[in-house]
């Protein structure tokens, strides 16, 4: 997830998540650095290079780790030549090939919609679905319309969805709302499935 579309999806979740209270039934903890934590990042994916491991506190509790990829540096000096290569081939900035950036890094990061939790399951619930509805429909900043590919899932905690531009699920336990980006392939439909797999084993 890039930092414009972090910075709009971030921006709906403040904009939805008003409304806190007491926890109605028994989650997860609330410290999301506690729910996938370190020990959990290596058994399940076995980085081969350091972890950078980041705390996000605030109203939006987040718990982040990201580590290079096996040939981060090779796809650094392909990126490199090519961007060269298309300015070497002239014409205007506006004319000019684009070449996607390559995925350098691996992440995986949870954040929770709430930190107690909202009221009830069913306040959950509607604000999670108005998040998604607005991320559908598309929102607006600085001039530009962000919107996300969203689909929903069976079978993914209470309910859930993918949302592909974020290699992100959103997803419901009970009454809290969690996000899980999980982008450790050039794949999304592989980020898809692993992000499933680690549901599953938060809740098994």
């Known amino acids: 997830m ?22 109605e039934s ?16 290596n058994k399940n994916f076995s980085p081969e290079t350091e972890v950078i491991h980041r705390a996000g506190a605030g109203r939006f509790p987040s718990c982040s780790y990201r580590w290079e990829v096996a040939n981060a540096q090779e796809r650094k000096n392909t ?18 090939k684009i070449t996607p950036i390559p ?18 399951t069913e306040e ?11 991320l559908q429909d598309g929102v607006v900043a600085e001039g530009i319309t962000f919107q ?8 993914v905690a209470d309910e859930g969805a993918w949302i592909e531009a974020q290699n992100q699920v959103s997803f419901r336990k009970n009454n809290q709302i969690y996000h ?9 439909s592989a980020n898809l499935e692993e992000a499933k797999r680690i549901i599953s084993l938060l809740f098994k």
């Open 79 to 96: 990126y490199a030549e090519q961007q060269i290569k298309n300015i070497s081939e002239g014409g205007s900035f506006s004319e000019r």
């Open 124 to 134: 959950a619930s509607r604000t999670l679905k108005a998040l998604l509805t607005r």
């Open 26 to 41: 028994e989650q997860l903890s609330s410290d999301p650095c506690e729910i996938i934590d370190l020990a959990f990042i």
């Open 103 to 120: 995925r350098f890094e691996n992440e995986v990061m949870i954040t929770l919609a709430s930190k107690e939790g909202f009221e009830n």
């Open 2 to 23: 890039n930092l414009f579309q972090s910075s709009i999806f971030f921006l709906v979740v403040f904009m939805l998540s008003s409304c806190e209270g007491k926890k």
């Open 148 to 155: 996300s590919n969203v689909q929903y899932l069976e079978g």
């Open 180 to 188: 899980l980006v999980v982008n450790i392939d050039d794949d999304r």
